[in-house]
Structure formats: structure tokens, C-alpha cells
């Protein structure tokens, strides 16, 4: 009888590399998952590692153009930001690697998922949730919820020893003391020594973006053009006759990411709270989500009307609890993503920003659907406006307030 088999989805560093061994010692054929998000990671030493483990397979799939254009514009466009500063870089990945894995296990006909999430984790959450929506008859092994995995591995130096007893390969490098979590929209680090949150992190820690004594020393200034609150192109002035246009979305978002991070761009260091309701200090850099965040927003304001506005801002905290917690194929999910998606029917333009030691300022924007009236606005001209019309406007909004202060006036 062949032994159940089951798609791993595997990172090459210690713990999925134990977890491998592991589930082949239960007598499971395992085939290895990669999805390339634009991580810097060597796959194919990572695929020669999971073979000598005794991998069946290991598949390694490019999913940056799909990443880019199905989860993290989108993301942008809806406005996507938890706790008024993480840009779920992390988030949004989740189920970009859900659909890839559960398309391979559908595909070889597995009977099991893995994963090396931790159990106190958000990501086990993302993912498990992410597959349910995508498999429902699918099924999950996650060893670190499992006793007889946990605590046989208490830690780093259980996995060392069972790493050197099965000849699984690690790394000379020293490990780092902290985690990482990366892809093309960002980096994010976490644990070791950052879960002190008074504790300052280490020089060199951040690998996207540079300190901003070491950025550069002239700014920068890009124009990004967006279609229904997607970026669609971004034009970079060169100091030439003519400047540089992008409008590949992969090359975008790689030299967008190169630029922020030359000037430091996209850091910041938080204290969030995970859905299973931990606190947690993590440090995230985000260079190109942050400039196009920034453009987008002011976009908006200038394309949008205001009541519209206001709904579409609490909407997109919602979408961003959503995401955040795993939810994005949820039915909430699915409905709060159209109406936000409705909300940038007309949102089309271009912004130009500027660059520089870790700001992001918004210098100019034009749109053919502004909502700004010169004439209107203008303190020279009338423009159709009755300043006569004030004086009832106020009334009427004062009669509330004289109400309120009559009676607070009155002795207690």
C-alpha cells in the first residue's frame, strides 16, 4: 500500500528541514513547495538540500508577477493598513502561497498540507484558513500543534541535534537573533532579542531600506500614475531629455523598492496584536508599498467624494482585520473587497512625489475626475458660491451646541 502523500510547503532553513525528515520517518511521501515571492533565497541549493532529506519532489513555482498584481496592488488599492501602520507585506502573502500549494496537492493528488508555523503564530492561521477556503475536504499537518512534535523539539537546539544525528545539512552561517519574513513587498523581522520592545534594534538589522545617515543626500521626485487606484506606471526624471518610464509591474515595484530604499524609506518598529490575542513587536520595511500608499491616499482625497471617502476608510480597517486574521477568501472578505474596488471607479490620476531620508512627500497631483473647483474654492472669485448662505449653514449647526450649552450651564 502507498503511503499518503503530502506537499510540505518548505523554506530550506532548519525547522522545515527537520519537519521534512520528520513526517518521512511517519512514513509519508513528501513533496516540497517553494513559492518564489521575491525572497532572497537560493532555491536551487534549497531544492538539492530538500532531495538529500528525501524530498520526492520539490517544486519551485515564480509567483512575483502574481503576488504583485493579485494581492498586493490590490491591497494598496483598497488601502490596506492594520493597526494605522503594518502594510501586511506578511498578510497578503499568505494566501498568494495558498493558492499555489493547493493547486500542486490538487494536482499530485495529496492527501495532506504541512507547514512550519509556529502555534503561536498568526501565519498558521493565515494559511490554514486560506486552504480550507481554497480545499475544503483538504487536510493540515502542523507539527508545532502536534505533542509528539513539540515536545520532542522544545527549541533551536533540539532541531541542531536531530538536524546532526540525520546528516540534514545546516547552515555555517551563524543564525541571526531574530526572524525574518520576506517577499517583494517587504521584510519584516520579529523574536529573539526584539521581543524586548524597549530594546533598540541592532545596527545593520534592516536588509531593504538604509539608516538614514547613510541615505542619500538629494531627493527624488517620481510620478506615479494610477487607473481605478491601481499604479499603472511610474515616471522617474532622469536629468536627461527624456525620463524614465516604467510600466511593468514586477520592474516597478523592484525599482520603487531600490529607490526607498536608498533613501530609507518604509520602516517602522511596532508592538501589534496578533489575532490569537498576544501582543508582538515586530519591525517591517516596506519601501515601494510606502510610496505608493502615500500617493494613493492623496489621490483619494482629490478623486473622491467626501461622505464616500469616510465609508471607504472604514470599510478598509475592516478589509484590513480581515486580511490581518487570514480572511481574505472569506465571504467578508469577498463583499468588502468589491465595495472597495467600486469606491475607485474614478480614482485615476497622477501624483508626484518626492523622496528623501526616509519621508515621502506628496508634491503635486492631476486627474481628468478631481473634484477640486478653482473657482469654487478660490478666495478671489465668487465662482458661484453665496457667502450669504454661510450665515444660515452656521445657524442651523449652532443651534445644537446652544442647546447643549444651556443646560450645562445650568447649577448642578
Same mark, same amino acid.
Given at each position: 500500500?502507498?503511503?499518503?502523500?503530502? %506537499?510540505?510547503?518548505?523554506?530550506?532553513? $532548519?525547522?522545515?528541514?527537520?519537519?521534512?525528515?520528520?513526517?518521512?520517518?511517519?512514513?509519508?511521501?513528501?513533496?516540497?513547495?517553494?513559492?518564489? *515571492?521575491?525572497?532572497?533565497?537560493?532555491?536551487?541549493?534549497?531544492?538539492?538540500?530538500?532531495?538529500?532529506?528525501?524530498?520526492?519532489?520539490?517544486?519551485?513555482?515564480?509567483?512575483?508577477?502574481? =503576488?504583485?498584481?493579485? !494581492?498586493?496592488?490590490?491591497?494598496?488599492?483598497?488601502?490596506?493598513?492594520?493597526?494605522?501602520?503594518? /502594510?501586511?507585506?506578511?498578510?497578503?502573502?499568505?494566501?498568494?502561497?495558498?493558492?499555489?500549494?493547493?493547486?500542486?496537492?490538487?494536482?499530485?493528488?495529496?492527501? !495532506?498540507?504541512?507547514?512550519?508555523?509556529?502555534?503561536?503564530?498568526?501565519?498558521?492561521?493565515?494559511?490554514?484558513?486560506?486552504?480550507?477556503?481554497?480545499?475544503?475536504?483538504?487536510?493540515?499537518?502542523?507539527?508545532?500543534?502536534?505533542?509528539? =512534535?513539540?515536545? @520532542?523539539?522544545?527549541? @533551536?537546539?533540539?532541531?541542531?541535534?536531530?538536524?546532526?544525528?540525520?546528516?540534514?545539512? %545546516?547552515?555555517?552561517?551563524?543564525?541571526?537573533?531574530?526572524?525574518?519574513?520576506?517577499?517583494?513587498?517587504?521584510?519584516?523581522?520579529?523574536?529573539?532579542?526584539?521581543? +524586548?520592545?524597549?530594546?533598540?534594534?541592532?545596527?545593520?538589522?534592516?536588509?531593504?531600506?538604509?539608516?538614514?545617515?547613510?541615505?542619500?543626500?538629494?531627493?527624488?521626485?517620481? +510620478?506615479?500614475?494610477?487607473?481605478?487606484?491601481?499604479?499603472?506606471? *511610474?515616471?522617474?526624471?532622469?536629468?536627461?531629455?527624456?525620463? $524614465?518610464?516604467?510600466? +511593468?509591474?514586477?520592474?516597478?515595484?523592484?525599482?520603487?523598492?531600490? $529607490?526607498?530604499?536608498?533613501?530609507?524609506?518604509? @520602516?517602522?518598529?511596532?508592538?501589534?496584536?496578533?489575532?490569537?490575542? /498576544?501582543?508582538?513587536?515586530? /519591525?517591517?520595511?516596506?519601501?515601494?508599498?510606502?510610496?505608493?500608499?502615500?500617493?494613493?491616499?492623496?489621490? #483619494?482625497?482629490?478623486?473622491?467624494?467626501?461622505?464616500?471617502?469616510?465609508?471607504?476608510?472604514?470599510?478598509?480597517?475592516?478589509?484590513?482585520?480581515?486580511?490581518?486574521?487570514? =480572511?481574505?477568501?472569506?465571504?467578508?472578505?469577498?463583499?468588502?473587497?468589491?465595495?472597495?474596488?467600486?469606491?475607485? #471607479?474614478?480614482?485615476?490620476?497622477?501624483?508626484?512625489?518626492?523622496? =528623501?531620508?526616509?519621508?515621502?512627500?506628496?508634491?503635486?497631483?492631476?486627474?481628468?475626475?478631481?473634484?477640486?473647483?478653482? +473657482?469654487? %474654492?478660490?478666495?478671489?472669485?465668487?465662482?458661484?458660491?453665496?457667502?450669504?448662505?454661510?450665515?444660515?449653514?452656521?445657524?442651523?449647526?449652532?443651534?445644537?451646541?446652544?442647546?447643549?450649552?444651556?443646560?450645562?450651564?445650568?447649577?448642578?
Amino acid at each position: 500500500m502507498a503511503n499518503d502523500l503530502i %506537499v510540505l510547503a518548505y523554506s530550506g532553513g $532548519l525547522d522545515t528541514s527537520c519537519i521534512l525528515k520528520w513526517l518521512i520517518q511517519k512514513d509519508y511521501d513528501v513533496v516540497c513547495y517553494m513559492a518564489d *515571492i521575491g525572497q532572497d533565497e537560493n532555491f536551487s541549493a534549497a531544492k538539492k538540500k530538500a532531495m538529500a532529506i528525501g524530498a520526492k519532489d520539490v517544486i519551485v513555482e515564480d509567483l512575483r508577477k502574481e =503576488f504583485i498584481v493579485n !494581492y498586493m496592488l490590490p491591497a494598496l488599492q483598497m488601502g490596506l493598513v492594520y493597526e494605522s501602520r503594518y /502594510l501586511l507585506g506578511t498578510s497578503v502573502a499568505r494566501p498568494c502561497i495558498s493558492v499555489g500549494i493547493v493547486n500542486a496537492a490538487k494536482k499530485l493528488g495529496a492527501k !495532506y498540507i504541512s507547514h512550519g508555523a509556529t502555534g503561536k503564530g498568526n501565519d498558521q492561521v493565515r494559511f490554514e484558513l486560506s486552504v480550507y477556503s481554497l480545499w475544503p475536504e483538504g487536510k493540515i499537518i502542523a507539527p508545532w500543534r502536534l505533542p509528539e =512534535f513539540f515536545n @520532542r523539539f522544545q527549541g @533551536r537546539s533540539d532541531l541542531l541535534d536531530f538536524a546532526k544525528k540525520e546528516n540534514i545539512p %545546516v547552515s555555517a552561517t551563524p543564525k541571526a537573533p531574530w526572524s525574518t519574513d520576506e517577499n517583494i513587498m517587504h521584510i519584516s523581522y520579529e523574536s529573539g532579542i526584539l521581543e +524586548d520592545p524597549a530594546e533598540i534594534p541592532p545596527k545593520g538589522i534592516y536588509k531593504m531600506t538604509r539608516d538614514l545617515d547613510q541615505a542619500e543626500d538629494y531627493p527624488c521626485s517620481i +510620478d506615479i500614475a494610477f487607473k481605478k487606484g491601481l499604479p499603472v506606471s *511610474i515616471t522617474i526624471p532622469s536629468g536627461q531629455e527624456k525620463s $524614465l518610464l516604467i510600466q +511593468d509591474q514586477l520592474k516597478m515595484i523592484e525599482t520603487l523598492n531600490k $529607490l526607498g530604499g536608498q533613501h530609507g524609506v518604509g @520602516r517602522i518598529d511596532i508592538v501589534e496584536n496578533r489575532f490569537l490575542g /498576544l501582543k508582538s513587536r515586530g /519591525l517591517y520595511e516596506t519601501p515601494a508599498g510606502t510610496i505608493l500608499y502615500t500617493a494613493h491616499l492623496d489621490l #483619494e482625497a482629490f478623486t473622491l467624494d467626501r461622505e464616500v471617502l469616510r465609508i471607504k476608510r472604514n470599510l478598509q480597517d475592516k478589509m484590513s482585520d480581515f486580511v490581518y486574521n487570514g =480572511f481574505w477568501f472569506s465571504p467578508e472578505a469577498n463583499y468588502t473587497r468589491k465595495c472597495l474596488e467600486l469606491s475607485q #471607479e474614478s480614482v485615476s490620476g497622477t501624483v508626484t512625489v518626492q523622496i =528623501f531620508k526616509g519621508n515621502v512627500l506628496v508634491l503635486a497631483r492631476k486627474s481628468p475626475f478631481s473634484l477640486y473647483n478653482k +473657482d469654487l %474654492v478660490s478666495m478671489d472669485v465668487a465662482g458661484g458660491f453665496s457667502p450669504e448662505d454661510s450665515t444660515g449653514f452656521i445657524n442651523i449647526n449652532a443651534i445644537r451646541l446652544k442647546e447643549y450649552a444651556r443646560i450645562t450651564n445650568v447649577p448642578k
